[in-house]
């Protein structure tokens, strides 16, 4: 079985600001006409304000007065839906490998440092190589829950319900002995203890009910995952979708607001915290 998708993203990340939206002007460009947004639902608790559905064309208007369009969101986002949600065309199995099986696990692997198994920075500037991938060393781009060959990003909870999504995440380490070493899990926390041959990535997920109709819709809304790595320094790195991996420096990743392209705080959930093991 070969399994294969497309993916593309530009994803950046903007500092917390926290300023207070104003009710009668929203801090906008004064050529928004300001009375026909509808405040809708997202990921979390950003706010984020629509005007009418226009399909692609449709205005999004976050708290710090940001103007962009769905279209615009969707060309700086990861996530590009399958052709086939049942057919997935990345080169993740082997064919041999499709239903692996695994010797018993090895007694307790010796705790290592705080970061475990996690290794030094090193810039990745590959087209073809998404955030998720790049947290993983996987040699190109896939979503969470491909490692099955079947496509989940149509399940109710994968941009709603950001431990759905870990959950498949672990399960894509667990099932994929080509690339990954079995015994993935979430962590209670960014400072949990992690093994010697363990390293950290987090997981947020994004979502804006860009028609405004009260439930996910795909393409018609703006749907997102992205996920960053602990390096052996401690400090945080990301990549963003096909850009340049980027050295961010950021030592919490919990508080730190995770935009998309020019909407901020686009990616709301609570960050989940998952110790991956790779080769």
Known sequence: ?????????????????????????????????????????????EKVWVGEWKGDDTIIVDTQGNVTTVGELKESSSFVPPADDNLINNELLAPELITPTFEPDSPQATLASAYGHAWPYTAENS????????????????????????????????????YYTAGLVVQDGNTNPLYFKPGWRILPGRTATINSDEHRIALRVGWIDS??????????????????????????????????????????????????????????SVTVYIAAKVF
């Open 211 to 268: 028609n405004g109709n009260g439930k996910v819709d795909i393409p018609e809304d703006n749907v997102d995952y992205h996920f960053m790595l602990q390096n052996s320094s401690g400090l945080w790195s990301e990549k963003h979708g096909h850009q340049a991996s980027q050295n961010t420096g950021i030592s919490d990743p919990s508080n730190f607001v995770w935009s998309n392209g020019s909407l901020y705080g686009f990616y709301n």
């Open 127 to 162: 087209y073809g190589i998404n955030c998720y991938g790049y947290a993983l060393r996987f040699p190109g781009a896939i979503n969470p829950g491909d490692g099955d060959g079947v496509s989940n990003v149509r399940d109710p909870a994968y941009f709603t319900n950001v």
């Open 1 to 45: 079985m070969i399994l294969k998708k497309t993916y593309k993203a530009a994803i950046t990340c903007t500092l917390l600001l926290n300023l207070a939206l104003s009710s009668a002007a929203m801090a906008a460009p004064i050529d928004v006409d300001v009375s026909n947004l509808k405040e809708v639902q997202t990921s979390g608790p």
